[in-house]
């Protein structure tokens, strides 16, 4: 039987500012990826969703950025290698504050946005990230792109790693995600979406923008939850899961 994460970006409201379906697609995943104030959410936020995770008894996971409130944390940045550990450790200290007074576990950390797509090519920005978790808790698990340098990072650094995959982006050859500012790098049609999930999780393999297939790892599946399908989305892929006999449970 195969078994899959199904995991999802959480607590990205900030102030009046609501973003998201949060309470409503917590109940169709394993874990949630909560942003921790520096390209959505601010403590209030990042307090309730914690809060919601543990009624839904679903995994938590930190979701570090760059300080790019207004840019969403798609831009990316240039930052040194000490600003990236820092930044690393600030956020995922933030959440562990909430998730330690809530007395539920951090279970993963997952780099968010620009910062997750530049750790995925470059090396050095991964092994900086990595070895910041490394230093904060060793047991945590570093979910970050099948096949990525990023991966390849946590392993060196001694890290537990899942690879995740992705329901509605689009891949390079290299395996890297289409970026945003090209056509087609977001998969609107969700059938299409949800046969490349299984094909993922179930042949090991997808399919290129290009039309050619690679090698792919699925531990985790990331559906968005700020689209405005997302919720009958989330649910659809849920449902096909189960009719496929393809167990959906939390990292560990």
Same mark, same amino acid.
């Given at each position: 039987? #195969?078994?899959?994460? !199904?995991?999802?970006? !959480?607590?990205?409201?900030?102030?009046?500012?609501?973003?998201?379906?949060?309470?409503?697609?917590?109940?169709?995943?394993?874990?949630?990826?909560?942003?921790?104030?520096?390209?959505?959410?601010?403590?209030?936020?990042?307090?309730? $969703? /914690?809060? !919601? =995770?543990?009624?839904?008894?679903? *995994?938590?996971? &930190?979701?570090?950025?760059?300080?790019?409130?207004?840019?969403?944390?798609?831009?990316?940045?240039?930052?040194?290698?000490?600003? =990236?550990?820092?930044?690393?450790?600030?956020?995922?200290?933030?959440?562990?504050?909430?998730?330690?007074? &809530?007395?539920?576990? %951090?279970?993963?950390?997952?780099?968010?946005?620009?910062? #997750?797509?530049?750790?995925?090519?470059?090396?050095?920005?991964?092994?900086?990230?990595?070895?910041?978790?490394?230093?904060?808790?060793?047991?945590?698990?570093?979910?970050?792109?099948?096949?990525?340098?990023?991966?390849? =990072?946590?392993?060196?650094?001694?890290?537990?790693?899942?690879?995740?995959?992705?329901?509605?982006? &689009?891949?390079?050859?290299?395996? $890297? !995600?289409?970026?945003?500012?090209?056509?087609? =790098? /977001?998969?609107?049609?969700?059938?299409?979406?949800?046969?490349? /999930?299984?094909?993922?999780?179930?042949?090991?393999?997808?399919?290129?923008? *290009?039309?050619?297939?690679?090698?792919?790892? &699925?531990? *985790?599946?990331?559906?968005?939850?700020?689209?405005?399908?997302? %919720?009958?989305?989330?649910?659809?892929?849920?449902?096909?899961?189960?009719?496929?006999?393809?167990?959906?449970?939390?990292?560990?």
């Amino acid at each position: 039987m #195969y078994r899959v994460d !199904l995991n999802c970006d !959480l607590g990205e409201s900030f102030g009046r500012y609501k973003l998201g379906l949060d309470e409503e697609i917590i109940k169709y995943v394993s874990s949630v990826n909560i942003a921790c104030g520096f390209h959505a959410s601010d403590p209030v936020v990042m307090e309730k $969703t /914690v809060k !919601l =995770a543990k009624e839904n008894n679903v *995994s938590i996971g &930190a979701h570090p950025g760059f300080l790019d409130l207004m840019g969403f944390g798609r831009r990316n940045m240039d930052i040194s290698l000490e600003e =990236a550990k820092s930044y690393t450790k600030y956020q995922i200290g933030a959440l562990y504050g909430f998730c330690k007074s &809530a007395n539920i576990k %951090l279970n993963h950390v997952k780099p968010h946005g620009a910062l #997750y797509n530049m750790a995925a090519k470059d090396y050095n920005l991964s092994k900086a990230i990595c070895e910041a978790i490394y230093k904060f808790d060793k047991e945590i698990i570093l979910l970050g792109l099948s096949e990525s340098e990023l991966i390849r =990072a946590g392993e060196d650094v001694g890290l537990k790693c899942a690879s995740e995959v992705f329901a509605d982006r &689009a891949y390079e050859e290299d395996g $890297t !995600l289409v970026s945003r500012k090209k056509d087609g =790098a /977001v998969i609107t049609d969700e059938e299409e979406a949800i046969d490349r /999930v299984i094909d993922m999780i179930v042949k090991k393999q997808v399919k290129t923008i *290009s039309g050619k297939y690679i090698d792919i790892k &699925a531990d *985790s599946i990331c559906v968005h939850g700020d689209g405005i399908k997302a %919720l009958e989305f989330v649910k659809k892929i849920n449902r096909k899961l189960k009719e496929e006999n393809i167990e959906i449970k939390s990292l560990f």
